[in-house]
């Protein structure tokens, strides 16, 4: 299994969403949910919970429910990334949590050769009922997004965004 350099990960990581079908296999999802949990945390408090979805006729339900989940059908596994408002009562800091677990995600797909990409679903209530009612969620437990994961079925090239514009030192 190819594994990469963080900053050439983090680099060279692009939003896939084509995917070949192939299945990803579970030491593959393995390596992929650790990362989710070497995330940073308010309060080391660690409020992520999360739901690995392989079977088909799951990506065929959420391609229903969630116009930008399309990608699902082809994928080969799905992970929904959850916030329990028992651990952190906070809603920021539960969603900033979420957010960089989702980030390691990311990060940790693409560094074994795999494709992903970010579904967004907290804060459209129609997409957190969704997922809440299709999974059976109970009322603590946030759905902050998905990220879809598969053998890649497309390239993409490397997108350099710095902006220096965007960058200020010791005051605005």
Same mark, same amino acid.
């Given at each position: 299994?190819?594994?990469?350099?963080?900053?050439?990960?983090?680099?060279?990581?692009?939003?896939?969403?084509?995917?070949?079908?192939?299945?990803?296999?579970?030491?593959?999802?393995?390596?992929?949910?650790?990362?989710? *949990?070497?995330?940073?945390? @308010? $309060?080391?408090?660690?409020?992520?919970? *999360?739901?690995?979805?392989?079977?088909?006729?799951?990506?065929?339900?959420?391609?229903?429910? $969630?116009?930008?989940?399309?990608?699902?059908?082809?994928?080969? @596994?799905?992970?929904?990334?959850?916030?329990?408002?028992?651990?952190?009562?906070?809603?920021? *800091?539960?969603?900033?949590?979420?957010?960089?677990?989702?980030?390691?995600?990311?990060? %940790?797909? $693409?560094?074994?050769?795999?494709? %992903?990409?970010?579904?967004?679903?907290?804060?459209?209530?129609? $997409?957190?009922?969704?997922?809440? !009612?299709?999974?059976?969620?109970?009322?603590?437990?946030?759905?902050?997004?998905?990220?879809?994961?598969?053998?890649?079925?497309?390239?993409?090239?490397?997108?350099?965004? *710095? !902006?220096?514009?965007?960058?200020?030192?010791?005051?605005?």
């Amino acid at each position: 299994m190819k594994k990469m350099d963080v900053i050439e990960a983090i680099s060279t990581r692009r939003s896939i969403r084509k995917f070949t079908g192939e299945p990803i296999s579970d030491s593959e999802l393995d390596i992929i949910l650790r990362a989710g *949990f070497q995330s940073p945390s @308010a $309060h080391n408090r660690q409020p992520w919970e *999360f739901i690995v979805i392989k079977d088909k006729s799951r990506f065929e339900a959420l391609a229903k429910v $969630h116009k930008y989940a399309q990608m699902t059908l082809q994928a080969g @596994a799905c992970i929904i990334v959850c916030g329990n408002t028992d651990i952190q009562e906070l809603t920021g *800091f539960l969603i900033e949590d979420c957010s960089a677990s989702i980030q390691n995600i990311l990060l %940790a797909s $693409h560094g074994i050769g795999l494709g %992903a990409v970010w579904v967004g679903l907290y804060p459209i209530t129609e $997409h957190t009922n969704n997922i809440s !009612n299709m999974f059976s969620l109970p009322g603590n437990i946030i759905p902050v997004g998905m990220v879809v994961i598969g053998r890649k079925g497309e390239e993409k090239d490397k997108a350099d965004r *710095f !902006n220096v514009d965007k960058v200020h030192y010791e005051t605005w």
